[in-house]
């Protein structure tokens, strides 16, 4: 068997043309998406596997891509401890905040075994569909990858504390600073239930992991290292402890030049990098053999046309010779024509 492309980029070889896959392939732009959007909320999409599994491959079927990446959300984990969580259309995520010691006393990370056990029949469920013989993993050069993922813990607690989505996450970071005794706490309990989580994401199937630190780019330097660059360190570790051969891709967005220290402390495999990040730059501050992943602009892909092509064809020029992943620097939007993405995946792949 061939070892798939995108694991072999991940591994650090110069595959060309390099593997793609996008951020939120699976989502609101597709129509056998919102079709089934009608049929349940998303906390149940994402806990029944026979939904899950189905909306994980909707973009795979359509567009063959190299990683398939697991239908969930990285809010699972505070909801599987206990924390009530709801999506607001229109408005994203809700959730009782964590703003006290007491607050933290009820969540239970004892239950988020039992909790999450149907994302990982729905991994079990993936892998086979991905490689069964007439499988729907038909990504050219070997199949398809299984890519399983959590939050990083600063990001999954901005959430927590703030209670939602915001553009600062100011009672998050003000926490960090104010009372961190408690916010060491939670970071704490985050590191060692993302890292158990991931581990059995990995134990179900999952061939590489990503963790999405979505919010990175809010902390100065100091508590960069603190709250993103340690945790990471301390996630990849222990998956590594239990799994050393699977390949960690770390994302702290809009972390700027702090990328290159996480490339390099973290012992991350790859880095996500988002738009901002020039990819001529980023390879200076990168050690030797880290994979880059990303960084196409979002917005090129719902203008498409011209502009797409050439946004695309700028990072092929920039990454030929070098082991790269073709993504986006954040997720596919909403308003987004699927026929771009179809045209995405073309013109990524050319020789
Ligand atoms: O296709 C994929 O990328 C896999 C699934 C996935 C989702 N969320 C599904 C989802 C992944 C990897 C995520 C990660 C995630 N979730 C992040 C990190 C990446 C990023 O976007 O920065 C964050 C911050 C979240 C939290 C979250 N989930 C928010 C803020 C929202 C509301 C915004 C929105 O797009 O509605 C969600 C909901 C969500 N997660 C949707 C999907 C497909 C939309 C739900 C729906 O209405 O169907």
Redesign the pocket.
């Known amino acids: 068997m061939t070892t798939k492309r995108l694991l072999r980029a991940l591994g650090g070889e110069a595959v060309w043309p390099p593997p793609v896959w996008l951020?939120?392939?699976?989502?609101?732009y597709l129509p056998e998406?919102r079709a089934m959007?009608a049929q349940a909320d998303?906390i149940t999409?994402c806990m029944t596997p026979d939904i899950a599994t189905e909306l994980?491959l909707q973009?795979i079927r359509r567009f063959g891509m190299d990683g398939a990446?697991?239908?969930?959300?990285?809010?699972i984990l505070p909801w599987a401890m206990g924390q009530s969580l709801h999506?607001v259309?229109g408005t994203?995520?809700v959730l009782e905040p964590i703003r006290s010691r007491a607050d933290l006393a009820r969540l239970d990370p004892r239950r988020v075994v039992e909790r999450t056990a149907p994302v990982m029949e729905a991994l079990r469920r993936l892998r086979a569909a991905l490689d069964a013989p007439a499988g729907v993993g038909v990504a050219p050069g070997g199949g398809t990858t299984l890519i399983g993922?959590a939050?990083a813990p600063f990001?999954v607690a901005c959430?927590m504390v703030d209670g939602g989505?915001s553009r600062e996450f100011a009672h998050t970071r003000l926490m960090a600073y104010s009372e961190p005794v408690l916010f060491e706490r939670l970071m704490a309990l985050l590191i060692h239930s993302t890292a158990d989580m991931l581990c059995a994401q990995i134990e179900a199937g999952a061939e590489a992991v990503?963790l999405?630190d979505?919010w990175a780019g809010l902390l100065p330097p100091g508590e960069f290292a603190r709250h993103v660059i340690a945790p990471a360190r301390a996630i990849v570790q222990a998956v590594h402890a239990s799994y050393p051969e699977i390949p960690v891709i770390g994302f702290p967005?809009l972390g700027g030049v702090s990328v290159g220290r996480y490339a390099t402390l973290t012992g991350v495999q790859a880095v996500g990098l988002d738009t901002g990040v020039d990819l001529e730059v980023a390879s200076t501050l990168l050690p030797t053999g880290i994979t880059t992943q990303g960084n196409l602009d979002p917005l090129a892909l719902l203008a498409g046309g011209r502009s797409l092509a050439d946004a695309i064809e700028a990072i092929r020029t920039v990454v030929r010779g070098r082991p790269h992943v073709f993504n986006l620097g954040?997720?596919v939007l909403?308003q987004t024509p699927p026929e771009h993405v179809a045209a995405l995946v073309e013109a990524v792949r050319h020789a």
Request: glycine fraction near 14%; charged fraction near 20%; avoid cysteine.
């Open positions: 951020m939120r392939q699976a989502g609101r998406f959007r998303f999409r994980t973009p990446i697991l239908f969930s959300d990285i809010l999506f259309d994203g995520p993922f939050g990001t959430y989505g990503m999405f979505s967005r954040h997720g909403p």
